[in-house]
């Protein structure tokens, strides 16, 4: 008797699922900014980023820690983090930041929507063999 769960590979397109992009981990990289897009952009990479971040100030200090928000249209534009090793949220205006280091462990380096899918497929195949094999035990095949 076949599994209850299709164990042939999806085919998204037909599905339409749009395919996953790869991920590419920021981990290590390092920008500086040279004006107001540039900022943005890489302050809004360091919110999506999901380890901790080292932001160079104009004071010439650095800043390391979690970027929990940000909002680029404030009155200042200005980006709120967890610092590390400080139990009490900072606020920094974009003004103030020259650049960002990704200096933190990036925990969703390596883990794609791929991986999750052959994850989740191999979950759904276990379990219809234990349901194939309790409905055996209890003589309905």
Same mark, same amino acid.
């Given at each position: ?64 820690? =979690? ?5 680029? %249209? #404030? &009155?200042?534009? *200005?980006?709120?983090?967890?610092? /590390? ?16 280091? =990704? ?5 969703? %380096? #390596? &883990?794609?929507? *791929?991986?999750?899918?052959?994850? /989740? ?21």
């Amino acid at each position: 008797m076949p599994n209850a769960v299709d164990t042939g590979a999806m085919n998204d397109a037909k599905n339409g699922i749009a395919p996953a992009h790869a991920y590419q981990s920021l981990e290590g990289t390092e920008l500086s900014f040279s004006n107001d897009q540039e900022r943005r952009k890489g302050l809004d990479d360091a919110f999506d980023y999901r380890g901790d971040v080292t932001l160079r100030l104009s004071s010439g200090a650095t800043v390391e820690g =979690f970027v929990f928000n940000r909002n680029p %249209d #404030g &009155k200042p534009p *200005q980006v709120q983090l967890f610092v /590390k090793d400080d139990p009490s949220p900072r606020v920094l205006p974009y003004a103030d930041i020259l650049g960002v280091l =990704f200096s933190g462990r990036d925990p969703a %380096d #390596g &883990k794609s929507y *791929q991986a999750w899918k052959e994850k /989740k497929h191999g979950e759904r195949v276990a379990e219809s063999k234990r349901v194939e094999e309790e409905m055996r035990k209890q003589g309905f095949i």
